[in-house]
């Protein structure tokens, strides 16, 4: 097999300035959910949001969850966590009236996000894409609305909830704050 020196200098170079192009790509507004336990509980964890066109990348960890566990996540109507047991947080975000379901499947809410997964630690990790939540403008956008990890798997079906049971660690959506270039 014959090599080409000067092809494979080209690859390397074309190849690290894709890499350097898709680093820099510009990302639209950010927000960020800290979660905190709800009375009695242990639940805590980050969630950030970003814009991405027309998509928004969601990643989480959760601690303090039943190792082992499946547990419902859902964004929530009203960003008040002040009632201990996040139930100040309302329903499902729903701004296009559709029936509980599971993301990305069929109908759902909004708010209607993946299910948290715990490992043998309790700690679960999740990053997903969604087209059916926004950050910072339109009807779907979630900055201000509530976040909530709930007790029970959920099983989505059960209108208008899914059936997940008690919540856990409530948030707060936040926009994040823009750096000045």
Not at 33 to 51: H, I
Not at 83 to 96: A, L
Not at 136 to 144: K, N, R, Y
Not at 159 to 177: E, F
């Amino acid at each position: 097999m014959r090599t080409f020196p000067r092809c494979s200098a080209v690859i390397t170079v074309v190849s690290a300035a894709m890499l350097s192009a898709c680093a820099s790509a510009p990302q639209g507004p950010s927000a960020t959910a800290q979660l905190q336990a709800t009375r009695g509980n242990a639940t805590t964890g980050t969630v950030r949001f970003v814009q991405q066109g027309d998509k928004v990348l969601v990643t989480a960890e959760v601690r303090g969850l039943k190792p082992g566990a499946e547990h419902g996540f859902h964004v929530h109507e009203k960003g008040d966590c002040s009632s201990g047991d996040g139930m100040s947080t309302g329903g499902h975000f729903n701004p296009g009236g559709h029936g509980h379901g599971q993301h990305g499947q069929g109908d759902h809410h909004a708010g209607d996000l993946p299910s948290l997964k715990a490992d043998s630690a309790g700690v679960a990790r999740l990053q997903f894409e969604s087209r059916t939540i926004r950050v910072g403008a339109g009807a779907a956008d979630v900055v201000g609305k509530g976040l909530i990890v709930h007790r029970d798997p959920d099983d989505y079906k059960t209108q208008p909830t899914g059936n997940a049971g008690p919540r856990l660690a409530c948030a707060v959506i936040q926009a994040d704050k823009t750096a000045a270039y």
